[in-house]
């Protein structure tokens, strides 16, 4: 079997040369390798073919399952890089008798208490911001943020008889309004599958003790930043969240304020007034989903805003 395969990859190198040879675009001096997929003349850069790799390894018995299984452990950015697991099979496949599972057994134990709190508590925490992170495709620099404030929130054992979870949530909530990303605190909790009021108390104390100590400044959200936001997950052209924005500088003029009044509330009115006025209408029940409100709210709001145009 491996002879076949070693002659018929023999000879398709040779077909590949000697097509080479009768292609006048090669150079003269081809020097043909497969990189990246393809089949290039490294002198010239002459493409001659793809390479496609489908032989998928596959495992149909138990026996090819446990040799191609990889269970390594994976390098972590903290604590030890040598774990101990409790495992019957010493590196070389062998049984371990009962005085090798006795000393390993203590080693573990030995190694588990050398490891500090803060090491524990972000093995713990780190995953889980970034499965958070992964689910609400958030950049990697407001991820990296988060994870600044939720160190300063573990080195000041903040999360003493708190949630984990929601120290979480409100350190990506935090750099979110930090470097003011349009994304609302119902995302992050949906994503996060932590009870909002759970979430607002841990943002209380970051906003209190944390973000000072870093010299970050909790920026607010604004109407403007969510009408974007509104417009693309409404799937609405560029022209209707522009008159959205226009509607709104119209009535700030006339003297409509905007103080005490929540932002999703005023947004979701503005994408619903300049749709109205176009062929990409959207119904009250829609724009209050997105928006996470109440359709009382959205037309209060529309009211308000007509009043003053």
């Not at 988060?146 to 903040?158: E, G, H, R, S």
């Not at 609405?236 to 905007?258: D, F, H, R, W, Y």
């Not at 619903?272 to 029940?285: D, L, P, S, V």
Request: glycine letters at 4%.
């Amino acid at each position: 079997m491996a002879n076949n395969f070693r002659d018929r990859l023999r000879s398709r190198k040779e077909d590949i040369n000697s097509g080479i040879k009768e292609d006048k675009d090669c150079c003269d001096n081809p020097c043909i390798e497969c990189r990246d997929g393809n089949v290039v003349c490294l002198n010239c850069g002459m493409i001659f073919q793809k390479e496609f790799i489908d032989n998928e390894r596959r495992a149909y018995t138990p026996e090819e399952v446990n040799r191609r299984k990889r269970t390594e452990p994976r390098w972590r950015d903290f604590g030890p890089r040598t774990m101990l697991p409790n495992s019957k099979i010493d590196s070389k496949g062998h049984i371990i008798n009962a005085n090798g599972k006795t000393l390993f057994s203590r080693l573990s134990k030995i190694q588990n208490s050398l490891i500090s709190s803060i090491e524990r508590n972000f093995w713990e925490a780190k995953p889980k911001l970034k499965m958070l992170t992964s689910k609400m495709n958030i950049p990697e620099y407001i991820k990296d943020t988060a994870w600044k404030i939720y160190c300063v929130v573990a080195k000041k054992k903040l999360t003493m008889g708190r949630s984990i979870d929601g120290f979480i949530a409100a350190s990506m909530y935090a750099a979110i309004r930090v470097h003011e990303f349009p994304r609302l605190l119902e995302d992050v909790c949906d994503a996060s599958m932590t009870d909002r009021h759970t979430v607002i108390r841990s943002l209380g104390i970051i906003t209190k003790d944390v973000l000072p100590e870093l010299s970050l400044s909790y920026k607010p959200i604004t109407a403007e930043q969510l009408v974007f936001k509104f417009g693309n997950d409404l799937h609405l052209p560029m022209e209707v969240q522009k008159t959205a924005l226009n509607i709104l500088a119209k009535a700030k003029q006339k003297g409509l304020s905007c103080v005490g009044k929540d932002p999703k509330g005023l947004a979701a009115s503005l994408i619903y007034m300049a749709a109205k006025k176009t062929a990409n209408r959207k119904t009250q029940a829609e724009i209050s989903e997105i928006a996470k409100i109440t359709e009382v709210t959205l037309r209060n709001r529309v009211k308000e805003i007509s009043t003053k145009l």
